[in-house]
């Protein structure tokens, strides 16, 4: 697993977070080049074992709440998630130890990195996610602990905080959290989910900043190979290439807090149509009427020669697409998590269909031999090369 982030380690973990944010959690591109500017200003950021923190460690989760396709044109002032922190931590009276990841998808994948090195404190490898999701109670640290998404704190890119410091709920947290994003410009900074290191163990989808960061190297290697990427991301996540072809349409619009709409793909010899539709990520997938991806299981879209992520704010008529659909973590697919981030929760009257296998959560010990394979393949593919020049 990851010890630490550096300068060489923010691409991969772009594209790698950025395909496993399901089109949602902001632009990875724009989180990269912020993650960036703050390593250079302090250097590395250290990732801690989510098994090596203390039972009685203070933790809480930070991220970007607001819509994706706002991110790209309303920047951050660089500060959100730290200032997010101190005011709860001003409110609990108490320090935190370290960062959770609230969702690894996207920009909100760097957005703790960023948070915990502004804070001096670490960034544990745990998401509660696997993937990203539009609504902060659709998280595995709510799921099956006592932890509760309020009290939470917000700000945003002038010196405005707001305090949440109790809800009946966590969905009411959720309500009120989007209307302030809503009134301070459909984006803001956020930190809640307070939880002890013995509830961050139990509940979290572990490792998987190192997943992102290991999905993200097998993406640039197989792009250096000219292989085919699409299907090196499909098995990187023990997933299946579902549909390959061209936007042909695209309906977005930024409605209560979040990107929602859906875009329609054509095949290129179209006798097939793909159509998906989202809020914030994508959710739901149909080929030719028939459902063959939903949530919670991923569906992801990257180009179709490189195979870097394309999220919901960058959608474009004519771009072409390889969709993959990839088995969720284990922990998004109990019936308590399904209440919440299943198919009916999001409003399709459809049973839940879980795609077999699944990586997400899984120990980094895969990573490892997986990226010694790739290295050793490679290595034989260039002598091959100089073995037989042209």
């Known amino acids: 697993m990851l010890r630490q982030v550096t300068l060489e380690d923010i691409r991969p973990i772009a594209i790698g977070a950025g395909i496993l944010g399901t089109g949602g959690g902001g632009n990875p591109y724009l989180g990269g080049l912020h993650l960036a500017s703050v390593i250079r200003e302090k250097g590395p950021q250290a990732i801690i074992d989510p098994f090596d923190l203390a039972d009685d460690a203070l933790c809480c989760v930070v991220g970007s709440i607001g819509a994706p396709t706002v991110s790209i044109e309303k920047l951050p002032e660089g500060t959100e998630m730290m200032r997010a922190m101190r005011e709860l ?19 909100n994948s760097m957005q703790p990195l960023i948070g915990g090195l502004q804070a001096g404190i670490p960034t544990v490898d745990s998401d509660s996610m696997g993937r990203a999701f539009p609504e902060i109670q659709m998280s595995s640290f709510l799921f099956d602990t006592s932890a509760k998404a309020a009290p939470l704190a917000m700000v945003d890119v002038a010196d405005n905080a707001a305090l949440i410091p109790a809800a009946v709920s966590d969905v009411w947290a959720e309500k009120m ?56 991301v499909a098995d990187a996540l023990d997933g299946e290439v579902i549909f390959c072809g061209k936007i042909t349409d695209v309906d977005r619009r930024v409605s209560k807090g979040f990107a929602r709409g859906g875009v329609r793909f054509e095949s290129y010899s179209g006798a097939d149509v793909l159509e998906i539709e989202f809020q914030n990520e994508f959710l739901i997938a149909y080929i030719n009427g028939e459902i063959v991806a939903t949530v919670p299981d991923l569906i992801c879209i990257v180009t179709e020669e490189e195979g870097e992520p394309v999220t919901t704010e960058v959608l474009r008529y004519g771009t072409r697409v390889a969709v993959i659909a990839a088995p969720a973590p284990a922990q998004l697919k109990s019936g308590v998590a399904l209440d919440v981030v299943g198919p009916r929760a999001f409003g399709y009257d459809v049973d839940f269909r879980p795609l077999p296998g699944g990586v997400i959560g899984r120990s980094p010990q895969r990573f490892t031999t997986e990226e010694k394979e790739d290295t050793q393949r490679s290595q034989r593919e260039l002598q091959g090369n100089h073995a037989n020049p042209l």
């Open 177 to 232: 959290a989007r209307n302030i994003a809503v009134s301070m410009g459909a984006r803001a900074g956020l930190a809640g989910t307070i939880m002890t290191g013995a509830q961050v163990k139990a509940a979290g989808v572990h490792y998987t900043l190192s997943l992102a960061h290991h999905l993200g190297s097998r993406v640039i290697e197989a792009q250096e190979r000219k292989a085919d990427v699409p299907a090196v």
């Open 89 to 107: 931590e001003a409110h609990i009276g108490r320090r935190f130890d370290a960062v959770a990841i609230a969702e690894i998808g996207g920009a």
